[in-house]
């Protein structure tokens, strides 16, 4: 310790003398950092620094030769009893956190005690060193670092980490003991709706209101209710028979739905989508697993309308789709990571026969995954990134990637163009607009060269944002098509709205085109009102040179499809685009 050697090469610098290493101290010890206190074994107080005096509230003058435990008790801070004994039998440094208590203020602190014994002759004799720290601070930083760690600031329930610590106890209990625990996880079903409307402040003060009208049949202490997401909650029914559990979660349930909130002058109610949980040896295997399970169940209740509870059952065909599309998120955000997706492009060619044996230059940009060199359909993923909220990490890795390769695109005549498509996830993502446009800006593409491809759905959710889109891109030179037109009800309605270039019949008129009549008409319609737009018209799943020729007797501008080519690598595509023709 760093004062243990500054007494002793005090005391040797004055050969021994006492007095003199007392008086030398009273000097060095002030410029100390720590609150220092010298006493003897009796606990008469010999000498204190400026820092002391400071922490104690007291002058050394006025304390000087007075007993330190008759101006201060001392209780352990873990047990709060009093300390009576603190210089008993001390040979070495020890160090522990002490209550000092005085006749006006306390004060938390950790006691680093010192003796000294190189000052006396006698072996016995002892004088003691105490530093005192004030880790009052310290500790209330800690305090709220554990609240922080454990606790919900806006409900002041328990949070899914310290739910997640409880269910590792109760797991431990089920397996030893064989005990019964029920898992609850409600998730509220229209709480955007308030957000939507009323914005977050309002969202805030109706999860703290909805957590008092929980917290009010969660009566038992062994029962622990957690909020674990801005609109779920989660019960730990311990050692509770499943019926029992199961009569008070359908009371939650209704005391939800029979809630008015009142924000403003503004009223919602909201309800609740429940999965109902056995804590079982056989299936739960982790805390991890069995909120993940028990969401899955309340998930699966909102599917189903919303406002019910739904019994999680390992082998339900609706449990085993959804597990399925949640081990999607690792094994997408993986491929993202590690580069495991690859782009391919296939082309969108000119029907009309002067232009149909020209080299291609149009394209849509298709995305497919690589896992041990086996390719994945995206039939197979998508889908679940769209249930799982991942498109628009999906659409974001698409566009930077397609602008690198066409950042090495030389033609120029004509212009190659690349579709993309966007999910409505993305488009109706605020921030998506500002990615795109600072993407596009950074890859240094002419922007005529790209064309975003978007369908109808997407335009459904929010029109006035997905219009803002589209002008705010096309201002900057990118193109836009119209996916799967005709296949919605409000197709034309919002190709009226939605100024873009190109309109995608959907492949279900096309495939079977050489048979089926209706189709042929529809197809007929489709084009001649794309043609008075001023669009041109572009026709999926061209499948052979028998639809290649009826669409080009109808007037279709645009065939894409295995009869024409089998999408092709990216990099494969951009290499045939080197030159000027």
């Given at each position: 310790m760093l004062l243990l050697e500054l007494l002793k090469d005090l005391y040797f610098r004055f050969s021994g003398r006492k007095e003199a290493v007392i008086l030398s101290m009273q000097k060095s010890l002030n410029v100390v950092r720590d609150a220092v206190i010298l006493v003897d074994r009796s606990g008469i107080i010999l000498f204190l620094n400026r820092n002391a005096e400071e922490l104690l509230q007291c002058e050394q003058r006025s304390v000087l030769g007075k007993c330190f435990w008759s101006l201060y008790s001392i209780r352990d801070d873990k047990t709060h009893r009093p300390v009576t004994d603190l210089l008993n039998n001390i040979q070495s440094n020890v160090s522990g956190d002490y209550v000092l208590v005085a006749t006006d203020h306390e004060l938390l602190t950790n006691i680093l005690i010192s003796p000294i014994n190189f000052l006396y002759k006698k072996s016995n004799d002892h004088s003691y060193a105490l530093v005192?720290?004030?880790?009052?601070?310290?500790?209330?930083?800690?305090?709220?670092?554990?609240f922080l760690e454990n606790y919900d600031a806006l409900t002041r329930l328990t949070?899914?980490?310290?739910?997640?610590l409880t269910l590792k106890h109760a797991l431990t209990d089920v397996k030893k003991h064989s005990a019964t625990h029920v898992f609850c996880y409600i998730s509220l079903d229209k709480l955007k709706n308030v957000t939507d409307a009323a914005g977050h402040s309002a969202g805030d003060a109706l999860v703290k209101k909805v957590s008092i009208i929980i917290k009010d049949f969660i009566t038992r202490k062994r029962n622990i209710l957690s909020r674990v997401g801005y609109e779920d909650f989660a019960i730990l029914f311990r050692e509770e028979e499943p019926n029992v559990a199961l009569t008070l979660t359908h009371k939650i349930r209704q005391a939800i739905e029979k809630f008015e909130f009142t924000w403003h002058e503004d009223k919602f109610n909201v309800t609740a989508s429940v999965g109902f949980l056995l804590v079982h040896e056989k299936y739960s295997t982790s805390p991890s697993q069995v909120i993940s399970d028990a969401d899955i169940a309340s998930r699966i209740a909102r599917d189903k309308g919303g406002n019910r509870i739904n019994i999680f059952s390992a082998t339900d065909e609706a449990v085993l789709a959804r597990k399925s599309n949640l081990s999607w998120v690792g094994r997408i955000r993986s491929a993202i990571k590690d580069n495991k997706f690859e782009l391919y492009a296939q082309p969108i060619h000119p029907l009309a026969v002067n232009e149909a044996k020209q080299p291609f230059y149009h394209y849509e940009t298709l995305i497919r995954l690589f896992e041990d060199g086996v390719q994945i359909s995206p039939i197979e993923f998508l889908p679940s990134a769209e249930q799982q909220g991942l498109m628009l990490e999906i659409d974001q890795w698409v566009v930077k990637e397609a602008l690198k390769h066409l950042a090495n695109v030389k033609q120029t005549k004509p212009l190659p163009v690349f579709s993309i498509n966007l999910s409505g996830q993305s488009v109706n993502e605020v921030s998506f607009l500002n990615t795109v446009l600072q993407i596009v800006k950074n890859s240094g593409v002419n922007p005529k060269m790209i064309c975003f491809e978007i369908t109808e759905t997407v335009a459904a959710n929010d029109i006035k944002l997905v219009m803002n889109f589209i002008k705010t891109l096309?201002?900057?030179g990118c193109s836009f098509s119209l996916d799967d037109f005709g296949t919605g009800i409000s197709s034309y309605e919002y190709l009226r709205e939605l100024p873009v270039d190109y309109l995608k019949i959907d492949g279900v008129f096309v495939k079977n085109l050489e048979t089926d009549t209706i189709s042929q008409e529809m197809i007929r319609s489709i084009n001649?009102?794309?043609?008075v737009m001023g669009l041109k018209v572009i026709a999926e799943y061209v499948e052979n040179d028998e639809i290649i020729r009826i669409l080009q007797?109808?007037?279709?501008?645009?065939?894409?499809g295995y009869g024409i080519s089998r999408p092709l690598p990216i990099i494969t595509a951009v290499e045939s685009l080197q030159g000027t023709q």
């Open positions: 005192i720290n004030d880790i009052s601070e310290k500790r209330m930083l800690e305090s709220k670092v554990s949070n899914r980490h310290a739910m997640e096309k201002a900057v001649q009102v794309g043609h007797d109808i007037g279709v501008d645009y065939g894409q």
